[in-house]
């Protein structure tokens, strides 16, 4: 059987790629925008119980809580007074070949259990289904794969 070779994409930060609207509100049924996406932020609001799911589709990209001046690369999460106007920057670092979060909010962020705070002078490594608390939001990291097919077309 002749096989498929499918090439692999260059890593997130060699395609830096910029839509109007960065990790728009989704409500996870239709799956990632059209344009691709880097990751997606999976979870829920802590206090209601509230789906939420948004898009990471250019890097670098701030989290934050929602406000009337919000720039570009933005996404909200929600609009409690404990998590920040610009609380967390996601972004890819290709020293470590990983995702990584600086933290810039004054109550910090939980990684996988550890609250890191404002003052951790470096960013923190993040992979793929790590459990992220900012303020009152429970999310997962989802990192975007790129896995070879199981079968190639010709067997089809």
Known sequence: PRFVTIPSPAPPSAKKRRISEAGGED?????PPSSGAFAKLEGKCLDTSKKFVRYVTV???ILG???PNQPEKFIALGDNKCISKVHAILDYDTELDSFTIQVKGKNG????RRLVPNTEPKPVKVSTKDPIRIG???IYFLQV???KPRQSYAEL
């Open 59 to 61: 890097l670098p990209t």
């Open 109 to 112: 962020v939980t990684v996988n």
């Open 136 to 138: 009152n939001l429970g």
């Open 145 to 147: 794969t790129f896995e």
């Open 65 to 67: 809580r929602a406000h």
């Open 27 to 31: 409500d996870g049924e239709d799956g």
